[in-house]
């Protein structure tokens, strides 16, 4: 393996991979950080430019470019209350109530840092065990999809907020807005009315977009923040050695999580960054500022978003098949040169893969070089006078959402799920748990009704299913720890 | 869906990037008489799926030979439902086509849209993709009556990749051809599917050869059947499902459909074009290597084809209970 580094720091003389590391960092950050333009589009759109280009070179832009994307959905998280991508809606807990208090520089300088180190252990990891992670992939059956997507459900216990009942009615809109679409196992339409744009289902970024972004504005323009002057330094701000080990213990939990949940097809980044931001809670010294501004809410989900930019190759390396959206563009670009990734490549190609993994050692490093330099700008551009700020971002916001699909509909989907946003927001209905049920109602539901399928309705056979068995053994665990926790510093209170 | 679509159409990319240098230098025959400089074709499928990536393969080839530079417009969501739309309301002047593939007419009976494959004219189809049934290596069975053999005991799992598609239909056919009942499940795409296969927790899957090249290549997965009428030429050892004894054959198609009421003279071009190119030997080496088989029907004979394929469709659902 070592020579094989070697090899790979060498290839970096030769060719432009650096190069095309560089500018895949670049156009990702610039894609993640738009909103609606997800990782995978800017990979898509990348595409065509690379069939001219030398194989090497090319993998590494898309890869490169992922690994961008991740990270740059944290910038207009922290910035503006808009997650750039699904994955990113962990960061805003923490990123935003930072920016207002005027942490913003620190805050974009943790988001950056975390993702860095993420980057570099989910590639670590990628490097080393492959092999062993390529099995747990393959024991993923639909009852444990079920099962993991039943986890995720579970933060909703400890991250409701002061009311547990308003959590779980919040958790109930995300989940019954989730059944719209197609029917995962007929096909038939479901609370469509009609409507054509419908039929794929509402998209989790429109709802996120809409309930914390749009919200955010519309509550904005009727308070008194409006006047408020930004007098925060566009400078970012690198966390000093003190805050480096404060942040340990959270970017331990992002990578953990983040390396698991990459490897597993189809769990990816979103349900990662909420579990690691859940855990990064729970063993903190200082839980109470969670929501209210942590740096460790903002280290550990873009810690594990990161990592699993880097091992969500796992299942595309091992067996060809592509674990995410992401991934399945990275695929194409193997394919379109000519390489098919799966066991082969390792023997048959085993020189395109070092190209990869150093690829993603550039990626990371030119992260910290090229994000150190665009955070400066995008801290500039929201410190400037408010109507001007409110204008622009309007603008970013809908126009993101319209490139997705070109569709007005969506548009007016985004401006709902605003308005709904402010609706909850003002009776006291936590967002969170709203999103995390749009997230994950279709994975849990078709997951669900596949197993029955195949038992023939004996739910039985999830106690079969050792997977399942053990994430939902962890998903009882941490509901009642939380909902034991909740009982005493509620009587705490009363007493005090 | 997307899933199968973006694997597809990424296996697919590779005839396109291989087209790059031999357009070149092929004889524009037909150059500068069709009517416009530039065309659209227009796709539901996502930059990288399976229709996207057949349109820019064969427009890249098709540029020079007709003289017309080719737009692939990308008009994604509602199975295809907006695609249909935008097509069915441009004018039928020859300068916009719409890919279609089944998906078109299960959209139209499953949810009705506004616009349906009623709506739009058929023009000419290009090719067919082979659906194949495979299971895993390690798996008991050799032959698809092993299959069946154990679905007859109540316990078969058969996986597709999404639900409303030929895939779970070719499925439901083959158990009712066979009478015996199994659990279908469908997938979120292929990816999952192949997943499902090779742990164990479905006997067999059905998808299009391309998507389990690698699978098969490194010997993870075997192949059972093949749906075509007749045995494929790159792959004569694989027995059709009717020579395994249960009369189900079916076809998925890549055509191209126009606006209604697009001219006779444009839809002749296209059936001399779409011919000649099929004919082309490098073109024919690249779209076979990707297991596509060349299926040029003229308009008359694909209208025909399309009517049958949406009567059969419909009477399926109907007696399945999908639809009433």
Redesign the interface.
């Not at chain 2, 999404?162 to 598609?165: Q, T, W, Y």
């Not at chain 2, 659990?183 to 979120?188: F, G, P, T």
């Given at each position: 393996m070592m020579e094989a580094v070697v090899d790979g720091l060498g290839m970096l003389v030769t060719t432009p991979i650096a190069l095309a590391a560089g500018g895949g960092v670049a156009w990702g950050i610039l894609g993640g950080a738009l909103p609606g333009i997800s990782p995978s589009i800017s990979m898509a759109l990348l595409l065509p430019f690379t069939y001219g280009m030398e194989p090497h070179s090319a993998i590494v832009l898309l890869a490169a470019t992922y690994v961008g994307a991740e990270y740059g959905g944290s910038i207009p998280a922290i910035l503006i209350h808009t997650p750039g991508t699904n994955a990113a809606a962990a960061t805003l807990l923490d990123g935003y109530p930072m920016k207002l208090q005027g942490r913003g520089g620190e805050a974009l300088g943790i988001s950056l840092y975390s993702g860095v180190i993420g980057g570099f252990i989910g590639l670590l990891v990628l490097m080393v065990l492959t092999r062993p992670l390529a099995d747990l992939a393959l024991r993923f059956t639909p009852m444990s999809y079920f099962a993991l997507g039943v986890l995720g459900l579970g933060v909703i216990a400890s991250l409701a907020g002061p009311s547990l009942l308003k959590g779980l009615a919040a958790v109930l809109l995300g989940l019954m807005v989730a059944t719209v679409g197609s029917d995962p196992v007929s096909g038939v339409p479901r609370f469509t009315f009609g409507q054509p744009d419908l039929l794929d289902g509402v998209a989790p970024i429109l709802v996120m977009v809409g309930l914390f972004a749009v919200s955010e504005l519309f509550l904005q323009a009727s308070r008194e923040v409006w006047n408020r002057a930004s007098s925060a330094s566009a400078r970012i701000r690198w966390p000093g050695a003190r805050m480096r080990r404060r942040l340990l213990k959270p970017q331990l939990i992002g990578s953990a999580v983040g390396t698991v949940e990459g490897v597993i097809p189809g769990a990816g980044g979103t349900i990662a960054a909420f579990l690691s931001y859940n855990e990064a809670r729970r063993w903190s010294r200082a839980p109470e500022e969670f929501g209210r501004g942590s740096p460790e809410g903002i280290a550990a989900p873009e810690t594990a978003n990161n990592a699993v930019a880097a091992t969500a190759l796992v299942p595309l390396l091992s067996f060809g098949i592509p674990g995410s959206n992401s991934a399945a563009v990275l695929l194409g670009g193997f394919l379109v040169h000519g390489l098919l990734p799966g066991p082969q490549l390792f023997d048959e190609n085993a020189d395109a893969v070092v190209g990869l993994y150093t690829g993603l050692f550039v990626a990371n490093l030119s992260l910290l070089v090229i994000g150190g330099a665009a955070l400066p700008v995008c801290l500039w551009l929201v410190n400037r006078p408010r109507p001007i700020l409110m204008a622009f971002i309007y603008a970013l916001i809908l126009s993101g959402i319209y490139s997705i699909n070109g569709s007005l509909f969506d548009l007016g989907l985004t401006l709902a799920a605003g308005m709904a946003g402010v609706v909850l927001r003002v009776l006291g209905f936590p967002l969170l748990p709203a999103v995390l049920g749009v997230v994950l109602g279709s994975l849990v539901e078709s997951n669900y009704r596949r197993s029955l399928l195949l038992s023939g309705g004996a739910h039985s056979i999830f106690l079969e299913d050792p997977a399942a068995v053990v994430l939902l053994s962890i998903a009882a665990l941490l509901v009642s720890g939380s909902v034991i926790a909740r009982i005493r510093s509620g009587s705490k209170q009363e007493h005090a | 869906m997307?899933?199968t679509a973006?694997?597809l159409?990424?296996?697919g990319?590779?005839p396109?990037?291989g087209a790059?240098c031999a357009t070149e230098d092929a004889a524009p025959d037909a150059a500068g008489t069709y009517p416009h400089a530039v065309v659209t074709f227009v796709t539901h499928s996502?930059?990288?799926g399976g229709s996207d990536v057949f349109l820019r393969a064969m427009a890249s080839r098709l540029g020079p030979r007709m003289g017309v530079d080719f737009v692939v417009e990308n008009?994604?969501?509602?199975?295809g439902?907006?695609a249909m739309?935008r097509v069915a309301n441009a004018p039928p002047d020859g300068s916009i086509f719409y890919a279609a593939t089944p998906s078109f007419i299960?959209?139209s009976l499953?949810?009705?849209?506004?616009n349906t494959y009623a709506d739009l004219d058929p023009i000419v189809n290009v090719f067919l993709d082979q659906e194949v049934v495979y299971t895993r290596a390690e798996s008991p069975f050799e032959t698809l009556g092993d299959v069946i053999r154990k679905a007859r005991s109540?316990a078969g799992?058969w996986g597709a990749a999404?639900?409303?598609?030929l895939e779970?239909q070719a499925l439901e056919r083959l158990a009712r051809a066979a009478d015996v009942e199994a659990?279908?499940?469908?997938?979120?795409g292929g990816?999952?599917l192949?997943?499902?296969v090779?742990?164990g927790?479905l006997d067999i899957g059905v998808g299009e050869a391309q998507e389990i090249?690698?699978?098969l290549?490194?010997r993870?997965l075997r192949l059972l059947a093949v749906f075509s009428a007749a045995r494929l030429p790159g792959l004569p050892a694989v027995p059709t499902v009717a020579e395994s004894g249960y009369e189900v054959v079916v076809t998925k198609f890549r055509g191209l459909t126009g606006p209604p009421g697009t001219p006779p003279d444009i839809v002749r071009a296209w059936e001399h074009a779409v011919r000649d190119l099929l004919a082309d030997p490098e073109y024919r080496e690249v779209y076979s290597g990707a297991m596509l088989s060349a299926a040029y029907m003229p308009r008359a004979e694909f209208s025909v084809f399309l009517e049958a394929f949406a009567t059969d469709t419909e009477t399926f659902l109907r007696e399945s209970g999908?639809?009433d």
């Open positions: - | 997307t899933r973006a694997l159409g990424i296996l990319i590779l396109a990037a790059g996502s930059p990288g008009v994604t969501g509602g199975g439902a907006r739309s299960f959209t499953l949810s009705r849209p506004a109540g799992r999404s639900p409303g598609s779970r659990a279908i499940i469908s997938h979120d990816g999952d192949i997943l499902n090779l742990n927790t090249r690698g699978q290549d490194t993870r999908v639809i």
